[in-house]
Structure formats: structure tokens, C-alpha cells
């Protein structure tokens, strides 16, 4: 079966799960990820036995070409046009997705008498599968190479900046779309700031260097964050870096299926708390990586979810001495039966 299709017929299995007759789906990720078709303004709507794609007249044909198992249509309206589905369906509990939707449309499918469900196409794109893991891999190893390729180029005197570019231009080189995200890259006490804003300082003598990057390949992000002292380590460094290793590696030995995330939270969390630096661990260990870069699950002390075969997450603990400087290691992994496999792993 086309692993589109296959995707549906999952969406259509959650629908009987929970209880709802159908779901409204309209945001251009999540369509994509139903039917392999990348464009926006594609609404699609699922009943449990059947799936409809409403669009503008000018991708019908396109669509058809490349999606045959889903009906669509080229209406002059398209909210109006997956309302006189479900009323010609007579389909009584329709769903929209609150987390995908834009408050405006979020409010209109309210007026039509749409309830909400969180989570139902997230449930799906959490595990990854054929392609997708091929991708992933991709997009991975291409991130991983390119911190071999650039540390050696990061001298005293090149701004935070001309490191970012830099980096995105060997990921490019290699294949990858784009970033994934803004990347950080900080220096001295830069480093420190867990979502700094990349910027023109330049690198000094005997200071650290964080990198926290990723790219797009096929449709699929990567994230990786390393850490290392240019120039002579102090003893403090030295420390730190060697606690968020045996940190991290405590968090990704936790990983395997059938583990709740926030007990892999714990692993990495109590290590550092234990070594006198736990109020200096200010977020959580990780998240779900995919399409976007940040999707379920969550890695955190509060999250009761259950890691299964096939999800693909980071562990990225850290210690931040604002001032200082800060050490977060990042590896992005696919979760296995028995533990997980390392898919940014660099020399």
C-alpha cells in the first residue's frame, strides 16, 4: 500500500478510537504528510471510511495525477465546501486539530460545530517509517559531517555570524534544502544563553564555542548541539563538559521503547543534579524531530508519554554559568526495541 494511503487508513483507525466520525485537516504540513502533495490551500477532510481534498482549480489536475486515492474537488469556497461534505455525510462529530490551525479558521470550524482534538496527526507523524527514516538519516549524517568540516575553520577573530553562514553553506553543499531552524552559534559567555540570537561578536582567545544547528533534507530536520573550548580549557570547563557527557550518555542509554520521556528526563537530570549544578539545567532534555523540528514527543520532567520503535527524539542536557559560559551536548535519535540508534553522531 502507498505509504500515504497507509496514512489514512491510521487517521481513519484514530477517528474510531476516539470516538469521532470524522477530522478536518488544512494546515499544508499536515497534508503533505497525508497524501504527499506539497502545496497549500488543500483542505482534506477524513470520515473513518473515506477522505475528500478540496483545493483552487489551478492544482486540481496536479493533485489527481499524484493522489489518486483521495476524491477531490476545485470548489469556489473551501470551508463551505467540507461543511456540505460532513452535512451530506451526515457526519455527526468532526474534528479540527487546535494546535495546527490558525485562530481565525480555528474559530470558523468552531461556528460550524468542529470540536477539538489535539494530537491526532501528531500521534501519526511521531513514528517514523520507510522513507521517512531514510531521510532522517540523511538529514543527520549530513549535520554531523559538517561539524567535523567547520571546527577547524572556527579561528580567534570570526564573528558569530560568518560561523552560521558558513555552516549552512556546507550543509547546502551537501544536499540538505536549508536549516532547520535559526542556528545558534555563541561564544565565551554567549554560550550560556540556550536560545541565543546568533550575532557579530567575534571568537576570542580561550573561550567556548557552542553550535546548535541542523538542516532540511527531503522534507526531514536534523539537530545536533556540541560544545568545546577554544584554546587552553579551565578546570571549570573541563568539569562541566564532563558532566553533561555522562549526563547525556545516561539520557540516551534510558532510551528504548516502551519508556516514559520523562524518566529519560530524569536520567539526565539527576546526574547533574548530583554533581551540585541541577539549577543549572534549565529545560527540558528534548523533543521529537521530524518534520518539524520540534513535534512529539517531549522529553521533560512533567511528560507521561511512551517512547515507541520508530520515534525520533533529541537528548540535550545542559549546564548554563550565565556570565561564563554553557555546555549542552545534542544528538538526535531514533528510538529502537532495545535502546536507540545515534543518527548525529560525529567523530
Not at 537528548?315 to 550565565?322: A, N, Q, R, S, T
Request: with cysteine; hydrophobic share 40%.
Amino acid at each position: 500500500m502507498n505509504i500515504h494511503a497507509k496514512r489514512i487508513k491510521d487517521l481513519q483507525h484514530l477517528l474510531r478510537q476516539n470516538r469521532l466520525d470524522a477530522v478536518v485537516v488544512a494546515r499544508k504540513l499536515e497534508t503533505y504528510f497525508l497524501t504527499g502533495y506539497n502545496q497549500d490551500n488543500v483542505y482534506m477532510l477524513v470520515s473513518r471510511t473515506g477522505a475528500w481534498a478540496f483545493m483552487p482549480r489551478m492544482l486540481l489536475a496536479d493533485f489527481n495525477a499524484k493522489v489518486p486515492f483521495v476524491d477531490a474537488s476545485a470548489p469556489d469556497n473551501l470551508l463551505d465546501a467540507v461543511s456540505l461534505k460532513v452535512r451530506e455525510l451526515r457526519l455527526k462529530k468532526t474534528a479540527f486539530e487546535p494546535e495546527t490551525e490558525s485562530y481565525l479558521r480555528g474559530n470558523l470550524w468552531k461556528k460550524k460545530g468542529f470540536v477539538e482534538q489535539k494530537g491526532l496527526t501528531a500521534s501519526l507523524r511521531a513514528v517514523k517509517e520507510g522513507e521517512e527514516i531514510g531521510l532522517l538519516r540523511k538529514s543527520c549524517r549530513i549535520a554531523a559531517k559538517a561539524f567535523g568540516l567547520i571546527k577547524p575553520r572556527i579561528r580567534t577573530g570570526r564573528t558569530e555570524l560568518s560561523v552560521y553562514r558558513e555552516l549552512e553553506d556546507l550543509m547546502q553543499g551537501m544536499g540538505a534544502s536549508g536549516t532547520s531552524f535559526s542556528l545558534i552559534v555563541g561564544f565565551g559567555p554567549h554560550s550560556a544563553l540556550p536560545h541565543h540570537e546568533t550575532s557579530e561578536r567575534k571568537l576570542r582567545a580561550n573561550e567556548a564555542v557552542l553550535l546548535d544547528y541542523g538542516c532540511v533534507y527531503g522534507g526531514y530536520c536534523s539537530d545536533i548541539t556540541r560544545t568545546y573550548f577554544h584554546g587552553r580549557p579551565t578546570d571549570e570547563f573541563k568539569k562541566v563538559h564532563a558532566i553533561v557527557a555522562a549526563s547525556q550518555k545516561a539520557g540516551l542509554k534510558a532510551v528504548r521503547a516502551g519508556v516514559k520521556t520523562r524518566l529519560v528526563d530524569a536520567a539526565c537530570r539527576d546526574h547533574i543534579a548530583e554533581a551540585g549544578y541541577g539549577q543549572y539545567f534549565i529545560h527540558g532534555t528534548g523533543h521529537g524531530v521530524g518534520l518539524e523540528i520540534h513535534e512529539a514527543p517531549t522529553l521533560n520532567t512533567k511528560s507521561e508519554e511512551v517512547l515507541r520503535p520508530g520515534m525520533a527524539v533529541t537528548v540535550e542536557p545542559g549546564i548554563y554559568l550565565h556570565g561564563k559560559f554553557g555546555v549542552r551536548i545534542e544528538d538526535s535519535v531514533l528510538v529502537t526495541r532495545t535502546g536507540c540508534e545515534i543518527l548525529t553522531k560525529t567523530a
